[in-house]
T-cell receptor
């Protein structure tokens, strides 16, 4: 399985600011995804990060709020923009292939105050 | 109807017992099924995958799949307190990313 490094592991941010989360994989992977896990909830897919093109967002998530970059097959970033307390969650990067399981980074615990 | 449904629990079992976790899914064309374990404050960890009907065993874990009934289960034999965690069922359909259930919290009592 791929080794996924995600940073920062946690952060406390002021409302109205933005935070960029980085995800680095130790091998080239086809698929990279960003999930959100709100307190006590399961994982919700934010978007699929596409290499060299715009991310594919799920219903309820928009590029202006969650811009995503994927400049190559081993790296992606997720920015949480203009944060509010409702954005306090764990954000998870995951990687996988077309037909198989997904592996997760250690997550970023975000608290917005 | 949720795409992947799990009983939220908590499911409480005594140490050494068999824990049975269940999951149903709504999309008949789903082809891959996974169980993840998530300890509090940690990211999900893959413990089992299953792709065809029947049982798949790996150590103390057995995954069961019944595509006709759209049902997936995970059995944990000889449950240990260290198995106490939230277990997430995940389903893959086509090219889409995994869809997760809400998770079942398992408590193994010493």
């Amino acid at each position: 399985s791929a080794v996924i490094s995600q940073k920062p592991s946690r952060d406390i941010c002021q409302r109205g600011t933005s935070l960029t989360i980085q995800c680095q994989v130790d091998s080239q992977v086809t698929m990279m995804f960003w999930y959100r896990q709100q307190p006590g909830q399961s994982l919700t897919l934010i978007a699929t990060a596409n290499q060299g093109s715009e991310a594919t967002y799920e219903s309820g998530f928009v590029i202006d709020k969650f811009p995503i970059s994927r400049p190559n097959l081993t790296f992606s970033t997720l920015t949480v923009s203009n944060m509010s307390p409702e954005d306090s969650s764990i954000y998870l990067c995951s990687v996988g292939t077309m037909n198989t399981e997904a592996f997760f980074g250690q997550g970023t615990r975000l608290t917005v105050v | 109807q949720k795409e992947v449904e799990q009983n939220s629990g908590p499911l409480s079992v005594p140490e050494g017992a068999i824990a049975s976790l269940n999951c149903t899914y709504s999309d008949r064309v789903s082809q891959s099924f996974f169980w993840y374990r998530q300890y509090s404050g940690k990211s999900p960890e893959l413990i089992m995958s299953i792709y065809s009907n029947g049982d798949k065993e790996d150590g103390r874990f057995t995954a069961q799949l019944n595509k006709a009934s759209q049902y997936v289960s995970l059995l944990i034999r000889d449950s240990q307190p260290s198995d106490s965690a939230t277990y997430l069922c995940a389903v893959k359909t086509g090219r889409r990313a995994l869809t997760f259930g809400s998770g079942t919290r398992l408590q193994v009592q010493p």
